[in-house]
């Protein structure tokens, strides 16, 4: 337990990733852990799109400077949810375990923004997603380059951020 609590304080986002593949069966764990995520009314409105092509992984890094950190990712997994009532929380709460997830595996990983950024129907078109599917996110994947990548982003201390039986 202890080692799960420091694990899930250890994940940080990589944006820098070596030029060395994913194993599948690795990718298809981690949208495996992304099913398990919880969901308003057990709806699972969610659709995981593994991307590996580099031409596509390419043209999804050109969609915004948000979006370069994918230009050398191995892998991207776009996550989509049904129009429902808390599709972006449930999306959200998906795309959450697939960067745990891809942390435990030593996957290094970064949350690209997908709702409410201009480019949500080009990813569509792209993926020949259905245009009723919302994007949630894009979720950049590789190892890690730099040795202490998962290390980098300050965080606010408990104390300032913590409070007791009211705010
Ligand atoms: C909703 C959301 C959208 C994000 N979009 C992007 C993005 O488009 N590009 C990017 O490089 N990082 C993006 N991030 C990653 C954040 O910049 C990052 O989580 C934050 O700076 C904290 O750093 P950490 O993940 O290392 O703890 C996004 C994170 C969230 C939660």
């Not at 060395?20 to 495996?32: G, Y």
């Not at 792209?126 to 979720?139: F, G, R, T, V």
Request: glycine share 4%; hydrophobic share 45%.
């Amino acid at each position: 337990m202890e080692n799960l609590l420091k694990f899930l304080k250890e994940r940080r986002s990589v944006r820098a990733f070596q030029d060395k593949n994913i194993p599948k069966e690795q990718l298809q764990e981690i949208v495996d852990v992304a099913r398990f995520a919880p969901t308003a009314r057990n709806v699972q409105p969610w659709e995981f799109v593994v991307v590996t092509d580099k031409e596509k992984i390419a043209q999804l890094s050109d969609l915004g400077q948000n979006a370069k950190p994918l230009a050398g990712a191995a892998a991207c997994i776009v996550v989509f949810c049904a129009d429902s009532n808390y599709f972006l929380e449930d999306g959200s709460a998906a795309t959450c375990n697939i960067l745990l997830a891809a942390t435990a595996l030593g996957i290094g990983s970064c949350w690209i923004a997908g709702d409410k950024k201009p480019y949500c129907q080009q990813v569509n078109a792209l993926l020949a997603a259905p245009a009723n599917m919302k994007l949630i996110s894009m979720i950049a994947l590789g190892y890690p380059q730099e040795e202490n990548a998962f290390k980098i982003t300050p965080k606010r201390e408990l104390k300032e951020l913590l409070h007791w039986e009211k705010f």
